[in-house]
């Protein structure tokens, strides 16, 4: 399994960033871990769930409800702001999921249409090292399914990282920021469903 996958990471939650979602209109975040594998190309990801090591890997995971309450769904990655980083940074994670009602690409082309104008503000600009959003694909949804996990609700990931945390602060207490976020959910409705927090990350694999 190891020869296909070239980095794997482990995102834990940590609760630094949690009083600063409401005023970002954000509710606190359910427990959630995101384990995020990336390949060369798809025919390598395919093969990592036909490969009988991680298939045995998924029995055994059931037991703590490994593939019945999961979210899996390969991605398009996008890097909006992409700087040099050091070994001491601090990440932002927030996987938003398609309110009831709202198609799927009119979901996308909103949230395309949010970030475009929020990467640009100088907040974020001035504070942050990275601002990624990942795209939900359909890519691998016919071995997704065949590996037994259930089909993934419309999901987008955007994924942020600093200096430190004083930084992010900045960007969450900025009053254009803030207007940003009571105008999404405007468009959007409340993030119920949504999940926005601190995350610590582990590095499992890099042949970077």
Not at 42 to 68: T, Y
Not at 133 to 161: H, N
Request: hydrophobic share 40%; net charge negative.
């Amino acid at each position: 399994m190891q020869r296909h996958i070239r980095k794997l990471e482990v995102m834990y939650m940590n609760n630094i960033f949690d009083e600063h979602l409401e005023a970002l209109g954000l509710p606190k975040p359910k427990p959630v871990v995101v384990i995020a594998a990336e390949t060369e190309t798809p025919e390598e990801m395919a093969a990592v769930f036909r490969d009988l090591q991680f298939l045995e890997l998924l029995k055994e995971g059931d037991k703590f409800g490994f593939r019945s309450d999961c979210c899996v769904f390969s991605a398009d990655v996008t890097k909006k702001i992409d700087k040099p980083t050091g070994n001491d940074t601090v990440r932002v994670m927030c996987v938003f999921k398609i309110p009831p009602g709202l198609l799927n690409e009119e979901f996308q082309q909103k949230v395309e249409g949010f970030v475009e104008r929020n990467v640009d503000h100088p907040a974020n600009r001035n504070n942050l090292l990275e601002y990624t959003i990942w795209r939900q694909t359909e890519t691998m949804d016919g071995e997704i399914s065949a590996s037994g996990y259930p089909p993934s609700d419309p999901t987008f990931v955007l994924f942020l990282e600093a200096d430190n945390w004083d930084r992010i602060i900045q960007i969450a207490q900025d009053p254009e920021i803030q207007k940003m976020g009571a105008e999404a959910r405007q468009q959007f409705g409340p993030a119920t469903d949504s999940s926005c927090f601190g995350a610590n990350i582990v590095t499992k694999l890099d042949k970077h």
